[in-house]
């Protein structure tokens, strides 16, 4: 297992994690923790049509600043957090995770769980604050290996924002996806690498991924209905992680 390095000679400067409280976002703040010497995180309010994953951010931020990996306390500074309130943006690309209705496969092949542009707002948005607060990279946890297809999660689309932005703020802007080519067992994988079992156990217990926004049961792989494609998924990459490990 390789020990992450905490030395702060090699900590680049600031980054803003796209922080959801998911099972990805969290791994990504963990993954920031030891790359950056500032790290702050910012969360969309798109009108999700449950709340639990707003509610889970504060403490799961605080825990995962809190942890100690390797006994020392991480490389990088936790800093400030935002939410910003995208209530119109969400109301506009309305669909199954903003709308009260089945989660079921479109026609257009996309799960109706896409919401169109999502990936593409957030970064703008996520630059315009990071420049505003003197940070130079994004983290995000988009990820094109065993994901829904979702277009915006691509590497083709992430690069290209980072070359927009970067041109539309007439500054560099880093958009750092550690989980781009990473399978979900790879992530958990990931998560027990920087931060061994305690960030594995703060994930299972205080990240929500179920798109019913169930928490009445909690799985070995975390919280969640066990039925919907975010949990299957979730359940599956924990099985796969742990089978193998
Ligand atoms: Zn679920």
Redesign the pocket.
Known sequence: MTKTSTHKGAMRGGALVLFSAGQDSATCLAWALTRFARVETIGFDYGQRHRIELSQRPLLRERIAGLRPNGEPWGGEMGADAVVDLRGYGALAESALTADRAIEMAESGLPTTFVPGRNLVFLSVAAAHAYRRGLDTLVGGMCETDYSGYPDCRAATIDAMQRALSLGLDREIAVETPLMRRSKAETWALAREIGGDALVALIQEHSHT???G?RAELHEWGY?????P??ELRAKGYAAWRSAA
């Open positions: 179920c798109y019913e169930v969640g209905c066990g039925s919907c975010a949990c």
